[in-house]
């Protein structure tokens, strides 16, 4: 049975939710960039929550399908195109949440689940572990809460990755930290490794790129291994 996708809710969002902050700017999502379409659907039997939802992973790179029917829960899982994550919420009127569960199992496979309640419990939290849910979150909960949520699976996935500009920063950010924690100065990293006093600054600012050879350099005066550097510019 075909479904509709919903257009965007217009009704008054419940204050419930920090969702003001799903209208402005993103700025986790311009440190990004996708490798190609991203497919979210998000199941709610709360219009106004889907809205919400919807609002705060709006993004040029997501295809983002709503269904807030439980009845067409089932037939939403069975089209052709695949999800890339289900943002579910775990109470939906008539259906049993193993249910849509296996539904997923057996229509999305590859699809990461983020589970949304207004009802927490040990019982449905042990069982979306057992479901290998990606997490679980609980109503009432904070937009950007949710937004970093599903960033970092999408990233796990290798649909998003930091754009240019934001790991060049990144890198820059972390190897001033660790420079300033061992009581460095620019000066004493520049005898340390012999790269110009200039550059190891644009690079701390992160304003120029630093060669791989460079980066060596840098992590071996700062007595760390390149890994060590590349984990600390990884997104909390």
Not at 14 to 26: D, E, F, I, L, V
Not at 170 to 198: C, F, H, P, Q, Y
Request: charged share 25%; aromatic share 6%.
């Amino acid at each position: 049975m075909p479904f509709d996708i919903e257009e965007p809710v217009t009704q008054t969002l419940k204050p419930m939710y920090n969702h003001s902050a799903a209208h402005k700017a993103q700025p986790g999502m311009r440190e990004l960039q996708s490798s190609g379409d991203i497919r979210i659907l998000i199941l709610d039997d709360d219009p106004a929550t889907c809205s919400v939802i919807q609002a705060a992973l709006s993004n040029r790179d997501f295809i983002i399908d709503v269904v807030s029917d439980p009845q067409l829960v089932e037939s939403a899982l069975a089209q052709e195109h695949k999800y890339h994550l289900i943002v579910l919420d775990y109470v939906l009127p008539g259906l049993e949440p193993d249910q849509v569960f296996s539904w997923i199992r057996e229509t999305q496979a590859d699809a990461n689940i983020v589970v949304v309640t207004g009802y927490p419990s040990v019982d449905s939290a042990l069982n979306c572990l057992r479901a290998r849910t990606y997490d679980y979150l609980t109503k009432p909960f904070q937009v950007d809460q949710l937004r970093e949520i599903v960033f970092r699976c999408l990233e796990g996935k290798g649909l998003l990755r930091m754009t240019e500009d934001a790991l060049r920063e990144a890198l820059g950010t972390a190897i001033r930290e660790r420079r300033k924690a061992l009581g460095l100065t620019l000066s004493n990293m520049s005898d340390r490794t012999s790269v110009s006093l200039g550059y190891l600054s644009q690079i701390e600012l992160g304003k120029n790129s630093a060669s791989i050879e460079t980066l060596y350099r840098i992590c071996l005066a700062l007595g760390m291994k390149m890994s060590e550097l590349f984990q600390a510019v990884q997104r909390n």
